[in-house]
């Protein structure tokens, strides 16, 4: 019943899912028929006078946009169709991916966070509940430890913190007053554990809120069957 699901999600582990705008900026209430009717118009009027591919490629985008409206407007439990917020290149995912590894991301967060096919499932999951930006505030986080030129720390310490912690930051985290004024001290002169507190914070929301729900998806469980059908 799922299987579209799953193939979507395999179909998107080899690439991360592009950055989009902040996940409060997309409210499902706004997603409306009429805003749907909207898009699919704009899309139509771009074609006019084009040639028949074109139109059938555009008929294309213009069902896609359907379905990526659609698929926002809904939980992640309960959406079956993830082809829309996922990389629609095709990949030999699935041949890569084993059951065992998978299975394995259930061990704990940090086994999840360890395996590149685990932060791009994970990463999708987060987009069908509007909160991708803690796991991009937690990757973020590790690059910046691996800075060794010190002007360039400073000017990356400032970029992420304008993007993720200052108040309306356009993908704010969901930290504390206390943690978001210590970081914004540590701005004063950046280190390379600068963000260690929020970090910390985030690692611990996910861990204790999104990561557990993620393992009762239909996400993880179909991937977990399908990896399962490979092997049979």
Known sequence: MYQEAADSVIQGLVEPCPDGA??????????????????????????????????????????????????????SDSCSDFTAILPD?????????STEEATRWADSFDVLLSHKYGVAAFRAFLKTEFSEEN??????????????????LVSKAHRIFEE??????????????????????NMQEPSLTCFDQAQGKVHSLMEKDSYPRFLRSKMYLDLLTQSQRRLS
Not at 89 to 97: M, Q
Not at 177 to 183: S, V
């Open 22 to 75: 902040h996940p409060s900026c997309v409210s499902p209430a706004a997603l409306t028929t009429a805003r749907q009717s909207s898009l699919t118009s704009s899309l139509s009027d771009h074609l006019v006078g084009k040639d028949p591919q074109a139109m059938r490629t555009g008929q294309r985008q213009n069902k896609g946009m359907r379905t990526r409206l659609g698929c926002l407007s809904h939980k």
């Open 89 to 97: 290149k095709p990949n030999r995912a699935l041949k890569r991916l």
């Open 135 to 152: 796991l991009e505030f937690w990757l973020a986080c590790e690059e910046f430890k691996k800075t060794r030129s010190t002007t360039k």
């Open 164 to 185: 993720f912690v200052d108040v309306q930051a356009p993908r704010e985290v969901n930290i504390d007053f206390q943690t978001r004024e210590e970081t914004r001290k």
